[in-house]
């Protein structure tokens, strides 16, 4: 584990600190009772972590003009530092990385009492026509605020639209104001291709912390066998954030990503051993506390 010189902590101790922060977890207590958990939690914590800090980075705004990243790839086998590990097969970092430094993308940041800062970065040499859909959960199902606007992102631009903009009228997104009980528990950004409806990017704001993720999003995962190989689609009815997906012979094309209540999408699985194995793992969800498992057949 790396340590700076002189400093009375390592860099275990700085995952552990935001774990907690993260997901309300005392991560001591969590090694030691439900281990597997912990590695789960504390690999997530790390890509959420980075890919929050970079979005933080490209916003409007942002006085800051780089950042390092401290290894591409570990050492040896084991809970290193890189961003893929020390075969070459990507890490949860690495997914978290490829989604903040998206050519097209959407990020939230809390600003209190002004709401949510919605910042919109086209890095590609074209304009882009898009479509921002806003959506304010309560439970991670019912919909209690939803609008919709389309945004021209000029060529090499960087913009930031404010929360209450987008809505047109007073309400707590952040629950900053406290007004009574908090009437969302997620908000979700999406930005899709105005003319053909692919995604682009999407967001997640938890206003009452990650708390919502402990609940039962009502997941479900199915092997499929295609021309290009297997695939596991994953359906859910209520919001399935931080998506991971855990398999002895096969490793996800993505991972770390968010389903929208109602939401569908199959994922490639790349095979990591013999590609004559059949698909055999399970499925994880929010802060790990939730398992769906899944067996593929041959035809």
Not at 50 to 65: K, L, N, P, V
Not at 120 to 142: I, M, S, Y
Not at 221 to 227: D, F, K, L, T
Not at 270 to 293: D, K, M, R
């Amino acid at each position: 584990v790396p340590r700076d010189h002189g400093a009375s902590w390592d860099f275990e101790n700085v995952r552990d600190h935001y774990l907690g922060r993260l997901y309300g977890v005392d991560s001591v207590q969590l090694r030691a009772d439900d281990l597997a958990r912990y590695l789960r939690l504390s690999r997530l914590a790390t890509a959420e972590v980075m890919e929050a800090t970079i979005a933080e980075w490209r916003r409007a705004g942002s006085s800051c003009d780089g950042a390092m990243v401290w290894m591409l790839k570990d050492f040896v086998p084991g809970a290193g530092w890189g961003v893929v590990d020390s075969t070459g097969a990507p890490k949860l970092v690495w997914h978290g990385l490829r989604r903040a430094f998206r050519p097209i993308q959407v990020a939230l940041t809390d600003e209190g009492l002004n709401g949510l800062g919605i910042h919109l970065a086209n890095d590609t040499a074209a304009t882009v026509r898009a479509k921002l859909t806003l959506l304010c959960l309560q439970g991670g199902e019912r919909m209690v605020v939803r609008r919709e606007r389309e945004v021209d992102l000029p060529a090499h631009s960087n913009r930031t639209l404010s929360s209450a903009e987008v809505i047109g009228s007073f309400f707590d997104i952040t629950y900053a104001y406290r007004f009574g009980a908090a009437a969302l528990d997620a908000t979700v950004v999406t930005l899709d291709d105005a003319a053909t409806g692919a995604r682009l990017s999407d967001a997640v704001h938890f206003p009452l912390g990650r708390g919502l993720l402990d609940a039962d999003p009502g997941l479900s995962a199915e092997v499929i066998a295609g021309e290009a190989g297997w695939f596991l689609r994953l359906r859910t009815i209520r919001l399935a954030a931080s998506i991971q997906i855990e398999d002895p012979h096969y490793r996800a094309e993505d991972e770390g990503f968010n389903l929208l209540p109602g939401e569908e999408r199959a994922v490639r699985l790349l095979a990591t051993g013999s590609p004559e194995a059949v698909p055999s793992g399970a499925v994880f969800s929010g802060s790990g506390a939730n398992e769906v498992c899944y067996q593929g057949r041959r035809a």
